[in-house]
């Protein structure tokens, strides 16, 4: 067994995991590797070869997790190959969207309740997913900030100031250069 063995088999770990959810499971390889690879920054070519997939596939992945926060990409000085990243506090930026969206979603099904009427039979279809996304706001409400540091209340998910979290790359992906 080589040295990256058991981290590809964690990565695919990750993949099937976030997998349950809808995740591509291409796009939960991205995620596990750039979560251990060594650099921590990697060009697709890089990603492409460390996973097993095609550079076609692999660039409408980095699209989608780079559009969800999860990544964060920048270039270097004199070179055309763009570098990802895990974006700096990602989980915790898209835990945020997400918890967000409860909220979003209770007001559309207010308005579900209010389109169809209170005692029609479609409400009570309505008000089950209210219900349960009522108790998924309170819970988080109730529950104590993930960074309890008062010195930086809202951590920021850019890093150096040529990285780019939650952008595209210019251009197309597979015009990397590579070695």
């Not at 763009?82 to 207010?110: H, N, P």
């Not at 039979?121 to 349960?132: E, F, L, P, S």
């Amino acid at each position: 067994m080589t040295e990256q063995e058991p981290l590809l088999e964690w990565v695919e770990r990750v993949a099937m995991y976030l997998a349950r959810d809808g995740v591509p499971p291409i796009a939960g390889r991205v995620l596990g590797w750039l979560m251990v690879c060594d650099p921590p920054e990697q060009s697709a070519g890089q990603i492409s070869a460390a996973i097993g997939a095609s550079r076609a596939s692999l660039t409408s992945n980095l699209r989608l997790l780079t559009g969800m926060g999860f990544l964060a990409w920048r270039t270097r000085p004199g070179e055309r190959t763009v570098y990802y990243r895990m974006a700096e506090d990602a989980w915790a930026v898209v835990a945020r969207q997400q918890i967000a969206g409860i909220t979003s979603f209770l007001d559309i099904t207010r308005d579900g309740l209010d389109l169809v009427g209170p005692d029609d039979g479609r409400a009570a279809r309505i008000r089950q997913a209210h219900t349960t996304f009522e108790w998924m706001a309170g819970v988080f409400k109730g529950a104590p900030p993930l960074h309890p540091d008062p010195a930086n209340p809202n951590p920021t998910n850019a890093g150096p100031d040529n990285d780019h979290a939650g952008d595209e790359p210019a251009g197309d992906l597979d015009d990397e250069e590579t070695p």
